[in-house]
């Protein structure tokens, strides 16, 4: 099996292509870039340290919501429930 080195995702919304690019870039050439910007971090220890479905689907979420601070024209296709699927209604609303 091949060895990769470490990669970092940048993920862009093109608004005239109306598509999401995904690019790989080498973390030490985006640090100085990205020096002084919002940094948005997700502890895995909130998530029992699991990458799964949910996990997946909130990150992607989120990643959609960041996007659309800047770009919020991408709102148009967005239908992402905010909160946990897996959670009774109850717990979500404990009115």
Known sequence: ???????????????????????????M??????AGTLKAPILLDEFD????DEFARRFGGGVLNLI?????????YMTVTQHPI???????NPN
């Open 68 to 76: 659309a601070l800047g770009q919020p024209d991408i709102n148009q």
């Open 1 to 27: 099996m091949a060895k990769y080195p470490p990669r970092s995702v940048v993920v862009t919304y093109d608004e005239d292509s109306q598509q999401l690019i995904l690019q790989l870039a080498d973390p």
């Open 49 to 52: 340290f699991k990458l799964n």
């Open 86 to 92: 897996d959670q009774p209604s109850e717990e979500r």
């Open 29 to 34: 050439k985006l640090a100085p870039l990205l």
